[in-house]
């Protein structure tokens, strides 16, 4: 692809970054939302933590997955996929009422979001070299470290305020960056298979 002008490095990757964010916001926010969770859904401290770390294992599991699905199909396949597994997910953990919903929601969302940092570095890396690459991935980086920052205050505000459920479905605010990152999405992929 040719080089992205330079007046549109930094709105593009603050869109990036906007699409990573929720990938990290959906471990930092739901931990501070566990107590109330497991109050109101009566959770022993084992079933706590799979709330964590179920997210987190089929994240690090899906990102490697979908990287090389990327490397195959393109990223705008792997952003779909993504996609529909934060939505499905988030459905799930939001609406759940017992443990078995709410970790399989948490898997689906954890499986979704690794599209995120890998598409979003995927395009990044296809758009920019050189000087205006490293400004991205600068830009991303920084909108990531403010938003994941932010992970504890946004729970503990959005639990107080509002509800766990609606903590629970924050990994969806992936889902309107997916849709203004497509277009940038490539749709074939790097190697033959």
Request: charged share 5%.
């Amino acid at each position: 692809m040719a080089q992205a002008p330079a007046r549109s490095v930094t709105p593009t990757a603050v869109l990036l970054g906007l699409l990573i964010a929720p990938s990290a916001l959906g471990v930092s926010t739901i931990a501070v939302a566990l107590p109330t969770i497991s109050a109101d859904l009566g959770l022993s401290h084992p079933q706590a933590a799979w709330v964590l770390a179920g997210y987190t294992l089929a994240q690090a599991i899906s990102v490697a997955l979908l990287g090389r699905l990327a490397d195959v199909r393109g990223t705008r396949v792997i952003l779909l996929i993504g996609g529909v597994l934060i939505a499905v997910g988030s459905i799930f953990a939001s609406a759940s009422e017992g443990f078995a919903a709410l970790l399989v929601g948490r898997l689906f969302q954890g499986a979704g979001v690794a599209a995120a940092p890998v598409a979003g570095f995927s395009v990044a890396a296809a758009l920019y070299e050189g000087n205006a690459r490293a400004k991205a991935v600068g830009v991303i980086s920084a909108v990531l470290a403010v938003l994941s920052g932010s992970g504890s205050l946004i729970g503990g505000l959005l639990t107080d305020g509002l509800s766990w459920r609606v903590v629970a479905a924050v990994p969806a605010l992936t889902l309107p960056a997916i849709a203004f990152t497509l277009h940038l999405a490539s749709r074939s992929g790097a190697t033959s298979g």
